[in-house]
């Protein structure tokens, strides 16, 4: 299966900046998908990112909060904008494993927001 | 829309004893059965799965049967170890996007 880096692994930011989130895959991976994390709870889908064409959105999430790139089959990024500590969560990348229908995660960025 | 509905913890076990982690699931179509495991400080790893009614699925002494009549995918292991405490996940995926929809997750402790 497809190995993920994801960096940073962890971080601590102020209020209002913003952090992107890189994802890197070791392969060529048609499906990727963002998750987030919340403290205690389970994952939820933030978005797909697409290549060459904008991500699709979860309901509750949008663009400007959460920009999303992907401009080869390898890499994508998400970005936390304007970060409250509401945003403080793992965020994980995810890619689909073509045929198995299964999806491999990164180890996560956990994103603390003070 | 799907939705996974997982036994709540935090669960508690002393080593070698019997493991059961309940998961029901509603979802249209038939869709594909998950179990991930989030060890300490890592990312998900996938723990075993099933693609079909009756399938079962196995790995490191886990297993899981994907039950249609019940809408279940129970995990098992009949002797636990201190090394399986992490937090475990059912999930499924249906229709052709491969997203997954998760359950709230069950945290187990082993204790020696």
């Known amino acids: 299966s497809a190995v993920i880096s994801q960096k940073p692994s962890r971080d601590i930011c102020q209020r209002g900046t913003s952090l992107t989130i890189q994802c890197q895959v070791d392969s060529q991976v048609t499906m990727m998908f963002w998750y987030r994390q919340q403290p205690g709870q389970s994952l939820t889908l933030i978005a797909t990112a697409n290549q060459g064409s904008e991500a699709t959105y979860e309901s509750g999430f949008v663009i400007d909060k959460f920009p999303i790139s992907r401009p080869n089959l390898t890499f994508s990024t998400l970005t936390v904008s304007n970060m409250s500590p509401e945003d403080s969560s793992i965020y994980l990348c995810?890619?689909?494993?073509?045929?198995?229908?299964?999806?491999?995660f990164g180890a996560g960025s956990r994103l603390t927001v003070l | 829309g799907d939705s996974v509905t997982q036994m709540e913890g935090p669960v508690t076990l002393s080593e070698e004893a019997f493991l059961t982690i309940n998961c029901t699931y509603t979802a249209t179509g038939y869709p594909s059965l998950f179990w991930y495991v989030q060890y300490p400080g890592e990312g998900l790893q996938l723990l075993l799965k099933?693609?079909?009614?009756?399938d079962k699925g196995s790995n490191k002494g886990f297993e899981a049967t994907y039950r249609k009549e019940t809408t279940s995918f129970h995990l098992e292991k009949g002797s636990v170890q201190v090394s399986d405490s992490a937090v475990y996940f059912c999930?499924?995926?249906?229709?052709?996007?491969?997203?997954?929809?998760f359950g709230s997750g069950t945290q187990l402790t082993v204790l020696p």
């Open positions: 995810s890619v689909g494993d073509s045929g198995a229908n299964v999806l491999t």
């Open positions: 099933a693609t079909k009614a009756d």
């Open positions: 999930a499924l995926s249906s229709g052709s996007a491969r997203q997954l929809t």
